[in-house]
């Protein structure tokens, strides 16, 4: 038996973050065919901490374990950034911007829109991976402010995105990673997040002659 050596590479920045709303009329439906024409990137991201929230099930059967089922219920993302795009947040957060006066209102029960978040890790060497998570929500948000001092310092927010099951299977992320054998041939990360990808077809569309 032969003995391989890996040498994997090495996690460098976390790049941008994208987002796309679900167009679904009632916000708390969710249809995987109806997201906005727009896809928006944001450069503003100091920190994405991932949680996957999940459970493990010992199945027992003739006095010992059978087998162990792992389910997991959602995915947590804390992302840390340096500013937010003020209406996209409001959005997120469900909040009341109707009056063309420019008054919002928040703080009441509310229904929180759909939408894919999309994110990019950067590693030592070159090497990526981009992910898409299509069905996620706002769960919080934090709104800190300080005085400012003598020299600048950095006043960052951190918004809380759940990103739930997309389809019937339970999956609730799609993505690539370059240092795979299959990683699609020609894919940048533009073309990857011109639109959400959900499914293998949607990433042969974004990899196309002429996509």
Do not use: H
């Not at 032969?2 to 709303?21: D, N, S």
């Amino acid at each position: 038996m032969a003995i391989t050596t890996k040498k994997p590479m090495i996690k460098e920045t976390v790049g941008g973050m994208y987002y796309c709303f679900n167009t679904k009329e009632e916000k708390t439906d969710y249809d995987a065919e109806n997201y906005e024409e727009d896809v928006t990137k944001c450069n503003n991201v100091k920190n994405i901490g991932t949680t996957e929230n999940s459970e493990a099930t010992a199945v027992r059967a003739s006095g010992a374990d059978y087998e162990t089922i792992n389910q997991s219920s959602s995915i947590d993302m804390a992302v840390e950034t340096v500013a937010f795009d003020p209406e996209d947040l409001a959005k997120m957060r469900g909040d009341d911007t109707s009056d063309e006066g420019g008054l919002m209102l928040s703080g009441a029960p509310s229904r929180r829109p759909f939408f894919a978040f999309g994110k990019v890790v950067k590693k030592v060497g070159g090497g990526v991976q981009y992910a898409w998570y299509p069905k996620c929500q706002l769960v919080e948000n934090t709104d800190d402010i300080a005085t400012s001092e003598d020299t600048f310092s950095e006043q960052n927010d951190t918004v809380t995105i759940r990103a739930y099951d997309f389809d019937g299977t339970g999956q609730k992320k799609a993505y690539v990673d370059s240092e795979t054998a299959n990683f699609p041939k020609g894919l940048t990360e533009e073309k990857f997040f011109a639109k959400p990808i959900l499914k293998k077809e949607d990433l042969a569309a974004a990899v196309a002659p002429g996509a």
